[in-house]
């Protein structure tokens, strides 16, 4: 049974060059196309299409990657949940699949919102004010006490409140590599655990994400502990046996 | 209510040309806030009944703005030669369209809702005018999001109920699961889905 | 007389804050002289005629200007002051310390640096007549703004450049990271005025 099938399924040129806003926005747009409603059985549905999208954008033309990642391993659930009904799930587990159910509504009336408020844009007119006490005679009143003093701790105070953009990225990155550290390391006990060997998924894999997001599925399943997967080879479907 | 208020209150709105506090407009009219509240809602209700009139009043929570009816935005703008005209992307829309419906919120809940980081959206709709923000009582480090009164200008909107669907999108239930949820792009939720 | 006329002619002398001309008017609102004129008094009179209005038109043989009712300037002096003498907000002072360090800046800059929108804190400063304006050379929309001479002669300055740290701060590597991000080509010209 294959949890990711990379080339059942190729997506449209179209629906790749367009631009998401975000995991959410993603998902929403695959449940639309398909003209299902927002259930885990439609997002089960979908799962596929959306790792699939995640490998075709190859990672890092991706904003916000990890926000990507961590709906995809809650698809992960979804679908192995969908596909496996034997396998038994903590509540944590349960209450995130049905938080992205929730999750995706609420979103939804919030794009839908702001389809509308674009609308209101292009077609209203401004409702005009004047310039603040027009008229008004120039008085001149400097601030009690000021010194040039002030004037350097507010100057410095702002500087120090200037956001540095670097930041962002860097962070995802840090999240990402964090990510790919520990599914190393997992990857070592679970050799000795498991039969399957994943280092020959590491060597054909065309990128990072793709990596990431193949552990996340095979790891998903494994952390039951009531699962135990063998590959015969990369792209062949997964075999999973209950332990 | 004394047409002397009505008037006295037209007056200061007119000179003010930016939004004024409840609280300011109450100080100087040496009147009570509730008493404002009244004045500001009479003086709005007699713009819009008269067609003859040229103005409308704009008010958020806290402040009241006079304005032109966007009827007359083509003229006023031909006279001033300038447009408030704004060309919102879809992100920034959906930003909006969130502080719009649900302030005051935090930009921790505006992440949350769309599942990514929107900081800059926010910036860029802070400098455009569009939103305001202020500290956050229960977080130092925070900040709270609410629409300004630009934003109803451009819109023509005597205040943000007159948005479509405001009572639903405000009211609605699931958001507030939605937020109690840890952010989706958190580094601690990754971590855990490994 | 058409409502929509006497609209239209309120919005627009309610946004002028000078004297607007008949002829102008009437070919704003694309009417004849004598049409406006009719209009300017029919105008003059309902305010005239309605106790509850605040404001009032002024006129000579060329110009008209709505203002305040004589009656409310008591309390339309008494908002006015305490808008312009009340202590000063640390945005306020925030602005005019990037105004001191950087002069002469654009309003993009300052805006961009606060990352927020700074056109009301601005207005405040120019009418305490801590900072001026003047057209800038180099966009024909925008002003550039300087501390005023009277502001830096209470600092005990001559000019800016005796400020605290004037060198480093005005200099710091954080200002050309975040105008760069905005505005790319602007900064290079500013120095060139220095």
């Known amino acids: ?243 | 209510m004394a047409s002397s208020l009505l008037s006295a209150l037209e007056s200061l709105l007119f000179i003010s040309g930016e939004p004024v506090s409840f609280g300011r407009l109450g100080k100087t009219l040496a009147v009570s806030e509730k008493e404002i509240h009244e004045a500001v809602a009479a003086l709005s209700a007699k713009y819009a009944a008269d067609e003859m009139a040229g103005l409308m009043i704009l008010e958020d929570s806290k402040t009241v703005l006079l304005a032109t009816k966007p009827a007359n935005a083509p003229v006023v703008e031909s006279l001033t030669k300038s447009a408030l005209q704004e060309n919102m992307s879809k992100a920034a829309l959906e930003v909006l369209a969130i502080i719009a419906y649900r302030a005051p919120i935090t930009r921790t809940e505006i992440d949350a809702i769309r599942g990514v980081n929107c900081s800059f959206t926010l910036r860029n709709l802070l400098l455009r005018d569009l939103i305001t923000r202020e500290g956050n009582p229960s977080d130092s480090r925070g900040y709270i999001y609410r629409p300004t009164m630009k934003f109803l200008q451009v819109l023509g909107m005597a205040n943000v109920a007159s948005l479509p669907d405001y009572e639903t999108l405000s009211q609605d239930e699931r958001l507030r699961m939605i937020l109690q949820e840890e952010l989706p792009a958190s580094e601690e939720e990754l971590k855990d889905t490994i």
């Open chain 1, 1 to 243: 049974m294959a949890l990711l099938t990379t080339s059942s399924f190729v997506m449209s040129y179209h629906f790749r060059s367009e631009q998401f806003e975000g995991p959410l926005d993603l998902l929403l747009a695959l449940i639309e196309k398909e003209k299902l409603d927002i259930t885990q059985v439609s997002l089960a549905q979908v799962a596929d299409q959306y790792l699939e999208y995640i490998k075709q954008e190859n990672g890092a033309s991706l904003e916000n990657l990890a926000s990507f990642l961590s709906v995809a391993a809650r698809l992960i659930l979804i679908k192995s949940r969908a596909l496996l009904p034997i396998l038994t799930f903590s509540d944590d587990e349960e209450e995130s699949m049905d938080n992205l159910e929730q999750h995706l509504r609420a979103y939804k009336l919030f794009r839908e919102a702001a389809q509308k408020l674009g609308l209101l844009f292009e077609k209203s007119k401004a409702a005009v004010a004047r310039e603040s006490f027009l008229g008004t005679q120039v008085v001149f009143y400097p601030p009690k006490g000021i010194t040039k003093e002030t004037l350097r701790e507010h100057f410095a105070n702002v500087l120090g409140e200037i956001p540095v953009f670097e930041i962002l990225p860097e962070k995802e990155l840090v999240a990402i590599i964090t990510l790919e550290e520990k599914i190393t390391t997992l990857q070592h006990t679970l050799r000795e655990r498991a039969e399957s060997s994943f280092a020959e998924i590491i060597s054909t894999a065309q990128d990072r994400v793709e990596v990431i997001v193949s552990f996340l599925a095979l790891l998903e399943l494994i952390k039951q502990r009531f699962i135990h997967v063998e590959q015969k080879k990369f792209f062949s479907n997964i075999l999973i046996k209950r332990l």
